[in-house]
């Protein structure tokens, strides 16, 4: 006797899902991890003899490795907002980014700027109103992650998003960022511990951008991704659950304000942060850094109203009614 199988049950919804301005998301189901780094110097040490040690002994606020719950499923950007999608906004909503609304720019690359007859001795050249969202010093193309893009830049886009459309957008907190960045694993990044996977995965310090800044070119990846500067989205491999980026391109603005003993006190489910702070965390590395700082659990921060050639964002858009 012939009989039926039982349909699949329907499922919740698609596994990505595209909006009007054109950004891709990727369904990042509820789950658990471990969250951190408890490295020791020594370790670090060795596996990256190229730095000095003090900077394995700054790193107190990646500790201690926690486990955190994430209980709700959310949609992720599959990338980081790109150029043509913030454009988008700007000419739909007629925001004004800070970097042009308060006349001071942002950073940018400037082959004739020397670094060493600065104070800060910082890499590029800024603020300056040569500067922007539109102008980061080097080429991009629509497809490239948009930079120089403040913390509250991106507040305004995950507002105007939740208005036009009617889903709830925002940033991700940092738990929710380092639990899609890690995609089930505990090592340094989504390959493994080894800096040199990177090349795969994440478009960092090579010797592709070596060469623009011979002073560092020993802390440089010994591959190349081709790209010197920013690359189009999704052109490397993404981790398990279909994000692209999640390392270097561009530093990704989460919505947390920065506490440098808040993992010891942080809430086993869902963390969204301390309450109050100077400075909003940013993560994930950019095509300008170091290997070392792009590990899935390195934390760095800025003020929100920093606008910079190396930051972008990447947004949550909320799953059910807002």
């Known amino acids: 006797m012939a009989c039926a199988l039982a349909a699949p049950p329907a499922a919740p919804g698609p596994t990505v899902w595209t909006n009007t301005i054109g950004m891709a998301f990727v369904k990042v189901p509820a789950g658990s991890f471990w969250m951190g780094s408890g490295e020791s110097p020594d370790t670090l040490a060795q596996a990256f003899p190229q730095l000095e040690r003090e900077r394995f002994t700054q790193l107190a606020d990646e500790a201690p490795v926690h486990r955190v719950r994430i209980s709700r499923a959310f949609y992720l950007g599959q990338h980081e907002v790109t150029v043509g999608q ?50 980061p010093g080097f080429a991009q193309d629509e497809t490239h992650p948009v930079v120089n893009v403040t913390w509250n830049d991106a507040q305004a886009l995950a507002a105007w998003l939740s208005r036009t459309e009617g889903h709830h957008y925002r940033l991700p907190t940092e738990a929710e960022w380092e639990y899609a960045c890690r995609a089930g694993t505990r090592t340094r990044y989504p390959h493994g511990d080894a800096p040199a996977g990177l090349a795969q995965e994440a478009n960092v310090f090579d010797q592709a951008a070596a060469p623009y800044w011979p002073r560092w070119q020993q802390h440089a990846l010994a591959r190349s991704d081709g790209y010197a500067f920013t690359a189009p989205v999704g052109r490397l491999a993404p981790n398990t659950f279909g994000l692209h980026d999640m390392l270097g391109n561009a530093w990704e603005w989460v919505s947390d304000w920065h ?64």
Do not use: K
């Open 259 to 322: 506490g440098d003993n808040y993992y010891a006190q942080s809430p086993g489910t869902d963390p969204q942060g301390p309450a109050e702070g100077s400075v909003r965390v940013r993560r994930g590395g950019s095509w300008h850094t170091w290997a070392f700082y792009a590990r899935c659990s390195y934390r760095n921060w800025n003020s929100p109203d920093t606008r910079y050639t190396l930051v972008g964002m990447r947004l949550v858009r909320e799953i059910g009614p807002r």
């Open 86 to 135: 913030f454009r988008r906004f700007i000419e739909a909503s007629g925001y004004r980014p800070e970097s042009e609304a308060d006349g001071t720019g942002g950073y940018g690359y400037n082959p004739d700027y020397d670094p060493a007859t600065t104070a800060r001795g910082d890499a590029f050249e800024g603020r300056n109103p040569r500067y922007s969202w539109r102008n």
